[in-house]
């Protein structure tokens, strides 16, 4: 579904991404892990077009989308969550949620306000509040649902747990397994390994800009040496 | 005596009651964790702690002095020093510079205009950086800085004025597990050998439950919880509106 | 009685053309955070061209009304192709700079106008089936004023219509607050925002085209009103739609009465009131706190460190040549050389507010001419001898400094410029109005230097040490603990107020000394010329000042000097050598915002890092 191969980016002067590569199979959830400011974020922001890319190939449902425009990604059905959350504070959750809204996707079920409340009960509560007036939690459950109005065939999950409850990430767990049980391939980026766990396929981790381990959930886990050297935890 | 008292706190915004009746006390070299959910009112309750916000009621004394709705750079000359959730340094000067800025303000030298900063207050910055282990980075803008180093510069500037309190808003967020434990215990180090009261916030459990001395838990504006963090943990009311099941935060 | 209630109507009918005009203006702000001074110009074109239209078209309701919407639209495209040309490019530049492309885009349209449709006035024929007038209370009105009082309100209730109840219109107020995150949405936020500019270009338009049968088309259309559309904007709240409605009917009344109650102070009357609403309602009249527009951000400013050593070398060599190449000049190059000193200090003054500061003015001349005035009345009134005046000007300027500035101050971004506009032009209107005291239009005459520095190489070097030795202390100051105390509350206002910092007070000094400054620059300049007028203290020159310090740089120290030297001595070469000196000033200007958006000094900089590296 998304295969990445050879990413390299700059910021200003500074290497941040250095031949990154990394695939995500259809239905299927993989986790990008890596401590703060390991390339996370950058690397999602890179396939999203967001970060120039300066060399490398992203191809997303057969097509080559590296150096291609954010909003033209975006219409492949690459959908993106970014980690600051980002909501449209002025406007209201349904507000919120048209900004997102896209043609439906074939083969894929589409996506309606009505079906994102029964997925996020919390905010079909709220439908008419600004997004402003929301708490952490509620704002994190927006943002997928509005990226999810775009009918995405994968979306990039940036850091969905940072700075939650655990209640509430609990509660994210349960809304991201849902989400694979639909068909949606997911790209994750993380810290919290115990959130992680819970939901992930496969791991991949980057430290400094480069992938230095991937495998299966399983085989991380058993890997006390990998996870004592890049996650320490 | 406390360092810090806090007795009846409230607060509303707009008819909703975001603080309510919260009392509490932070004893010389102790650490004591605020948590609870998002929109509990963690943020009021420590804007109104540093003087950012005034209270609709009760009172906060700090030493036994009333400071109760002083302005907040009032508020740090008394000794309270303030580190943010999203890091605030000045982007534009080196780490140096900003430790030397809350060392001039501290010996009120802000007023000159002739005497170059290079030149003021260079040595004793220095002597701070090399304690938080940030001297090797003095020279460096603080706007191109890793978040974690900025965190550690934050931590400079809120020691500078020799502080008898710190407030810290979520120290680790956005850091690195590795980096969120040194952090920390370097904190519990310096408020230890300083006989410093700490006040955080946090959302990393690990970070809690390691390093607190003793954990409030605020939900809807109200202490639903307090005490050593074994006792909080095992609150059933705890786990159902924050902690959840554990799964999370590797507390099975 | 009925005259009032006339007179009320009248006002509705300017506060409804003002209203289309601000609202363009507020759409296109609130959207794309675009300061847009060439709003005035695509009003002005839509004048011309509704002009030319309905005089070419055939007679009748089709010919006239068909010119105004033709007119309109084609303004609507005129702002399209600007959009693309040139704002699309610097959505990420600084606000100000921004505004100084819009600025140059302001200059060329003049000059391309004067070129186009002349000099002289047009007038316009009336609108047909609304020439007559119609009579309320016994009194007759003009019809077609009635139809201008319609047009403001249904304008208005449609474009609440189109935000509120459209698909476009949610996702223009999304691409408000973050517009990187529409376009991750899958919507092309740029074509989004070139729609934004068509339609506020569009009203612009309309509001001139309509203006046709009212009043003469001129080239001074463009101006007036953008100080107006802008007085509206800011008053009603930057981005609000009803608070510019509001505000619009506030100024457009305030007009019609106040000829009526108090016409010795019209001119400042429209400020008067901004400044009041601004003092008691920072954000204006609905305006909110402005929450900083996400994607368009630029870095942390950067480090000020010593001059290196081959800028030290550069500079003193070039202060080497202003000493000694001097007498070898005539008269009229001298003069110019001390007039480029005052320009160095002026400019390096409003640095000290913009670039450590971080504060924008709008009205930084006042202090230029205050200084100017207070040597002159000095002189004039009390017969004070050269270095008095010299001594009286910075105090002069200072004092107003600190009273304009305490209520500054408090205010941020584009509101505190336009306070800061406000009191220049309040400053300004006195020194016009009070003739019995500075002589109003005709300025102050013979304010002569003593004998011992008459002559005009001994008054340059005068002019030369105060200037550098106020220029070298500016400096100085940047690098001492107050500097830094200022660049501390720019950078973080919340980290500041944490480590004791009162950064109200930081701010309010920092704004007193830079007027200080720019007062001992005026009052030189005063003595130069021999005579002050209220020009001194007009737009234009708070203009010229900005564009120095932009020119050159905020994020320099050297910028402001740079700025001065290249703004000054580009104005004086053009205006001598072309008649088309506006139009070569604004392409000069639009060129260096699109290739040079660090200014003069900030690109010499960068060059100079990228060589020798830099950690």
Redesign the interface.
Known sequence: MLSVAGLSAYY?RAHILDDVALDVGAGEVVVLLGRNGAGKSTTMKAI?G?VPPAAGRVRFAGAEIAGR???EI??LGLG?V?EER?I????SVL??L???R?PPTAGLRPWTPERLFALFPSLGAMQDRPGGRMSGGEQQMLTIA??LM?NPRLILLDEPSEGLAPVVIERMAEAIRALKSEGLSILLSEQNLHFAQLVSDRATIIEKGRIRWSGSMPQLLAADDVREQYLSV | MATLEVTGLEKSFGGVRAVQGVSFSVAPGEMLALIGPNGAGKSTCFNML?GQLRPDAGAVRLLGQDITGL???QV??LGVG?T?QIT???????VL?NV???L???HR??????????R?DAAPARALLERLGMADQA??????LAYGDLKRVELA?AL??EPKLLLMDEPTAGMAPQERVSLMALTAQIARESGIAVLFTEHDMDVVFSHADRILVLDRGRLIAKGAPAVVRADPRVREVYLGSGAVTGAH | MENLVLQALSGLASASSLFLVASGLTVIFGVSRVVNFAHGSFYMLGAYLAYTLVTHLPRGHLGFWGGVIGAAVLVGLIGLAVEMLLLRRIYRAPELFQLLATFGVVLIVQELTQMIWGAQDLLGPRAPGLRGSAEILGLRFPLYELFLIGVGPVVLGLLVLLFRRT?WG??V??A???R??????????RMLFTSVFFLGSLLAGLGGALQLPRESVNLHMDLSIITEAFVVVVVGGLGSLTGAALAALLIGELHAFGILIVPKITLVLVFLVMALVLVVRPHGLLGKPE?AA?GGQG??????G?APAALRWLALAALGLAVVVPPFLGDYAISVLTELATAVLFAASLHLIMGPGGMASFGHAAYFGLGAYGAALAAQWLGAPMLAGLALAPLAAGVFGLVFGYFCVRLSGVYAAMLTLAFAQIAWSVAFQWVEVTGGDNGILGVWPDAWAAPKLVFYYLALALCLGATLLLR??V???????L??Q???A?????????AFR?RWLGFALAAAAAGIAGGLFAYGKGSVFPTYMGIPRSVDALLMVLLGGVQTLSGPIIGALAFTGLQEQLVRLTDLWRLILGAVIVLLVLFFPQGLAGATRARWEARHGD?
């Open positions: 200003g999203m967001l425009e954010p909003f975006a219409r993106y970014p980002r449209f504070t002025e406007l507000e919120n048209e900004v997102g896209r509005r990226t775009g | 540093n302005a907040p750079r740090w000359r303030r943010f605030a340094t000045f982007g534009s000067m080196t510079e030397q800025m809350a001039l303000s501290h030298r802000l007023g000159g205009l002739w005497r170059p900063v290079a003021m020279a460096r803008p603080c706007g191109i500037i500078a004025n | 698909r949610t996702l107020r999304a408000t607050q973050d990187e995150m529409v376009g991750a949405l899958g919507v092309n936020q929450a996400r870095s942390a400013e950067p480090v000020i010593p100085r100051v690098h001492a603990p107050f500097g830094y105390a660049r501390a720019r950078d973080s919340l980290r500041a107020e944490a480590i004791g910092i009162d930081i950690a």
